[in-house]
């Protein structure tokens, strides 16, 4: 995102809507679930008045964590092919145009991206299906930790490799220049979409989480937390992925390939490089995982509550369902290619991606804004008092016409914003 939309610019902004929308929309998800102890599915259930319809959004929202799963499962995939790509050696010796051609050949073959694909779905559902803090807590922990020590050491050698310099310039310095190249409107846009998919904002993902933390901690300091870890993972992968580019030629706007273009370059002018690029993507599969488990938790725990069944016999039926769910995706890249949703060069892909970040992640925080704010809905008193119960930071009355009023407002002028051009594109 940063480099389709100019670099500095949409680093600035990415961080005002993280603070601005994305940390109190949070914690008003947290809030729901802590306060419900349910799903999504019935979490508007256990907190409306009698006779209201807020829980048809909790439909709606688990319908977004299976559109969200059509795709993230294939990518989490690409890692783990790119993991068993350097751990074989793949990329030693290869030079820039080498590695560039290795991504455009992974798509091409159904087979492979299939196999990564299943194997990312049978082995999420099987941890979830042993709980959440016996199987995705435990999981998650460790990797995560991992991730950041191996991230920060590539931070510091992509920024001392020659020519680094210009991708610095580029990744934290504002050019309003380039912010007009890309489009103004397309800047903020991006990234308040971009704020809400790296939060999973809108689609119940935070409201499960929020109904299994406990009453001694205040609601706005965990999605502090959350935000601040985030960011910060996001902003050191900008860290290792721009100056890379600059260094070894590959152009910033590349899109959803750079990590696979400029890493393994990285790792061939590294000693040990081959170690190093193992660690990576397998810690990074790990990351892109953790939010595999996270949308996989919230399914089965939505399937639980909707059918009664157990949550083995649940993960078990998901298991068939999301693969189905994700071969358009796979495919969507060799045998339906010809299938090109917003013009030359676009797949099944961008237009999953754009029903979940344009369409359901804005729209469902829009949802929880109103049901947390209005007087028609669960109300101002009750969101504040279940998220300040505890210590950390408080949610203060201060806020309360800025959030009512001036954030859906804000949130819904940018989400029309973000559709106009690509609904036109999409029925031309």
Known sequence: MVGQYGGGAFVVFYVLFLIILGLPIMTMEFAVGRASQKSPVRAYQALEKPGQKWHIHGYLAMIGNYLLMMFYTTVCGWMLHYFYLTASGRFEGATTEQVQAVFPEMLGQPLVMGGWMVVV??????????????????????MMLALLAIMVILAVNSILTEGAGEGLKFYLIPDLNRMQEAGIVNVIVGAMNQSFFTLSLGIGAMAIFGSYVGKSRALLGEAVNVAILDTFVAFTAGLIIFPACFAFGVSPDSGPNLIFVTLPNIFNHMAMGRLWGSLFFVFMAFAAFSTVLAVFENIISCGMDLTGAGRKKVAGVNIILIILLSLPCV??????????????????????????????LPLGSIIYLLFCTSRYGWGWKNFKEEANEGGGFKVRDGIRVYVSYILPLIVLVIFVLGIKDKILLLFS
């Open 121 to 142: 779905v049978v082995v999420g559902f099987a941890i979830n299906s042993f709980g959440l803090q016996s199987g995705l807590e435990r999981v998650t922990k460790v």
């Open 331 to 360: 495919l969507g890249y060799n045998i339906w290619s010809g299938f090109q949703p917003f013009g030359e060069g676009t797949a099944v892909l961008d237009l999953e991606d754009f029903l979940v970040s344009n369409i359901w």
